[in-house]
């Protein structure tokens, strides 16, 4: 498990990055880019990427390009496109002017395309996809050669200009590279460069109807934008030859490809392809659903773009793949948050306490420090009368031992009001519920303290009966049982029932009323807040961001006892 680091550590890019500076292979400049596929919205493995990226860039007074690799018409929104830039901005990034569409570079790639075939370097071939595939043999077999591979030079061309002219049916044609059926290295077999594709583009429209390859595209497209340290993860290892080989047959400007190990996250999946299940049938409610680890599901959910970054750096980068905890993020968020995020008063399961000895029709106003981290933060008033709500789980009619809280007979503090005692319990008569509690204050504890010394064992919060504003409150738990979904046979089996709870009406003190979609709270013992965008003024939504329970410092303990033993 990667540990907690307070500045960004020292990492093997970081090490390339300077040597490069030093022996001036890029002429002192450091130029990376971020280029997702519009095929579906950022999750916080993206994140990582984004991170280092423009962080990188940032600390080496460089900068980074955005590129849409945008490829695949069949797949590609424009929805995707939107949501991505508006995601990348919030997690704290710019790009200025600089954004590309690998489609704005269509045209170049199919002149260099042109190019390799009068080399005699690619050819069209009539193979079909499963064809294609079956020729081209396994780690352990050579593959074999297309029998169209050697066609003349003047016949390719021919055939790939009526390709783009769209006289072939889709899947009839491809353009491949003529490389090495027998390479070691799968991607060095005859790649395909070209597919026919009848499919609308949401940038090119319909003046495609062959699109490149990915791994076509990309190496030039890093080249045709001069990035020195093209950053990509692990799994393109294998395709770097591919690259070099492309750029050295084009005799054009190479980048570096460096990779690193992404980002693996607990009780979740981080791939666009299983996002986009759990979005099409249903089991969540959307790409921003707050339990997504997509970026809009934190902001929903609340967690700060801070947190994010921090959680980034403190995984750090390296190359050997790991399941990051769940509950460091969920330990980012929380030590963001506690910084700033005022806090207040709610009880999510109400149980009603009448004071008994305090006067009928009265309010009055006790003060409530907002934030006891930020002195500058301030009080507000909280009003407090003789009906109140009190959280449920804080009464036991017969407590254990190590209850300390509220039971009959007994005397704890409201937090910044009274000492308060019950004195009797009333049930439902036909269910046996505990429906109301009698009490009784004592006036002369106000600000929670008594001057004759008497000590209570418990602070517990509440809320004014008569004041409270009702809301709906969405708590919610990890979207997978299993600690690493992905890695079992059916991700989906994993999911948890209960990852969401839905509380209506739990209670607010009255500041509340009104509060704007996207602001965060801490409510008193219950747990860091957000104000969700399905708020109205009638019915204020809240969604839990994460509990006050530190489950990563725990984790962290459980570590360092199995070490010692
Ligand atoms: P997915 O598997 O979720 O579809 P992807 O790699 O296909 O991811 P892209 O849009 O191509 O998605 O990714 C854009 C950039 O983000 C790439 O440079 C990719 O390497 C990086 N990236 C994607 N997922 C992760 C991850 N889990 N950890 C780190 N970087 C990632
Ligand atoms: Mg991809």
């Not at 064809?131 to 077999?141: A, D, N, Q």
């Not at 390709?163 to 899947?171: L, V």
């Not at 994993?494 to 996207?518: D, F, K, M, R």
Request: with cysteine; glycine share 6%.
């Amino acid at each position: 498990m990667t540990k907690p680091e307070p500045t960004p550590p020292p990492n093997f890019i970081r090490a390339i990055i300077e040597e490069d500076l030093r022996t001036g292979k890029f002429g002192g400049r450091v130029i990376t880019r971020f280029p997702p596929e519009p095929n579906g919205y950022l999750h916080i493995g993206h994140a990582k990427s984004i991170c280092l990226n423009f962080g990188l860039a940032a600390d080496y007074h460089g900068y980074c390009n955005f590129r849409f690799d945008d490829t695949n018409p069949s797949k590609e929104d424009i929805e995707y496109v939107e949501s991505i830039q508006a995601d990348v901005r919030w997690l704290g990034f710019d790009w200025d002017d600089r954004l590309y569409y690998a489609s704005d570079y269509f045209e170049q790639l199919y002149a260099w395309a042109e190019k390799l075939i009068q080399d005699g370097k690619a050819y069209v071939d009539e193979l079909s996809p499963e064809e294609i595939r079956e020729y081209r043999g396994t780690l352990t077999e050579p593959g074999r050669e297309s029998p169209w591979r050697n066609r003349p030079v003047a016949e390719n061309l021919d055939l790939f200009r009526r390709m783009r002219a769209g006289e072939f049916p889709e899947g009839s044609l491809t353009l491949r590279a003529k490389i090495d059926m027998a390479s070691p290295n799968l991607n060095l077999r005859d790649p395909v460069m070209y597919r026919i594709k009848y499919a609308p583009h949401h940038r090119t429209g319909t003046t495609w109807c062959i699109y490149p390859m990915y791994d076509w595209a990309h190496g030039q497209c890093d080249s045709i934008e001069g990035i020195t340290h093209s950053i990509c993860t692990m799994e393109y290892e294998d395709h770097r030859a591919l690259y070099d080989w492309y750029l050295d047959q084009l005799g054009i400007y190479h980048p570096q490809q460096i990779e690193f190990a992404r980002l693996n996250l607990s009780h979740t999946v981080l791939s666009k392809r299983r996002l986009i299940q759990l979005v099409q049938e249903g089991h969540v409610n959307g790409w921003d659903d707050p339990r997504m680890p997509t970026l809009a599901g934190m902001r929903r959910r609340g967690y700060p773009p801070a947190a994010i970054r921090t959680f980034c750096e403190r995984i750090g980068v390296g190359k050997r793949e790991n399941l990051v905890d769940m509950a460091l993020l969920e330990f980012c968020v929380r030590e963001e948050l506690n910084k700033w995020a005022p806090r207040v008063m709610g009880v999510l399961r109400p149980l009603k306490v009448i004071i008994e000895n305090y006067p009928e029709g009265q309010v009055e106003e006790l003060e409530a420090i907002n934030n006891p981290e930020d002195p500058q933060a301030g009080s507000r008033p909280l009003p407090f009368s003789r009906e109140l709500y009190i959280e449920r789980d804080d009464f036991m009619e017969d407590p254990p031992k190590k209850f300390y809280r509220l039971a009959p007979g007994r005397e704890v503090r409201l937090r910044y009001a009274f000492f308060l005692k019950c004195e009797q319990v009333i049930k439902d008569s036909a269910t046996g519920e505990v429906v109301e509690l009698r009490c009784t204050y004592d006036p002369a504890t106000r600000g929670g303290q008594a001057p004759d010394g008497r000590q209570v064992k418990a602070t517990i919060h509440w809320v004014s009966a008569a004041q409270a504003i009702p809301a709906e409150v969405r708590l919610y738990d990890r979207l997978f049982t299993h600690h690493h979904p992905a890695a079992t046979e059916d991700f989906k089996a994993h999911l948890n029932p209960h990852s969401l709870e839905v509380i209506y009406p739990a209670w607010l003190e009255p500041s509340l009323a009104g509060a704007a979609s996207g602001s965060h709270y801490q409510l008193e013992r219950l747990g860091y807040f957000c104000v969700d965008p399905d708020s109205r003024t009638d019915r204020l939504v809240l969604n839990r961001s994460v509990t006050l329970r530190d489950a990563w410092a725990k984790l962290q303990e459980v570590e360092k006892q199995g070490k010692r033993s």
